[in-house]
């Protein structure tokens, strides 16, 4: 669905709309779109384009990204802020099952590069290209392909032991306590 097949179901408004129609036929599906904050859709094969164009735009930078573990995927939402004007506009990429691949903006957008290593670390979401992808969050123990924010991941179970030289906190606390 291209943005103006999408404005006959989802109007374009204000300044959203037009970053929204600068972006052309990139724009997948308009899920909503404010006179100050929108989402959108964007084809996978173009994230780095898409980066491109709204860094070039006046004001705008990358504030974050975040992603989710959805059924098909992992949805990988780009949050841009856009000043003086005071919108954002959220651009979500889907990084399908089984590969969970996108293509890395951080080449493109600096900011992105730790961003894109947490999105991997916790959610096992692959950025090809990206410059360094190595672990930024999870201890160098902990096993591969197990992915904390991942709707499959049981604490009890998928949770690495603690290494044998640790103890807890709270349990040296409680036996000082105790005494």
């Known amino acids: 669905m291209t943005v103006a097949e999408t404005e006959t179901r989802v ?25 100050r904050r929108g989402w959108a859709r964007i084809d996978p094969e173009r994230t780095v384009e898409v980066a491109e164009t709204m860094l070039a735009m006046a004001g705008a930078r990358l504030a974050t990204a975040t992603a989710l573990d959805v059924r098909d995927g992992i949805d990988v ?45 916790l959610l096992g979401a ?29 604490q009890v179970r998928d949770r690495p032991p603690l290494p044998p030289d640790q103890t807890p906190p709270d349990v040296g606390r409680r036996e000082r306590n105790a005494r």
């Open 77 to 121: 939402l780009y949050h841009w802020a856009i000043e003086p004007q005071g919108v954002v506009v959220t651009l979500k990429v889907l990084a399908e099952r089984p590969a969970l691949a996108v293509d890395s903006i951080a080449g493109a957008v600096p900011a992105a590069n730790w961003i894109e290593r947490e999105m991997h670390d």
């Open 11 to 35: 109007p374009l408004e204000g300044f959203v709309g037009e970053v929204l129609k600068e972006l052309g036929d990139a724009v997948i599906e308009v899920e909503c779109c404010g006179a």
């Open 126 to 154: 692959n950025f090809r290209g990206h410059p360094d992808m190595r672990r930024l969050i999870l201890d160098d123990s902990w096993p591969e392909g197990v992915y904390p924010l991942r709707k499959d991941f049981d």
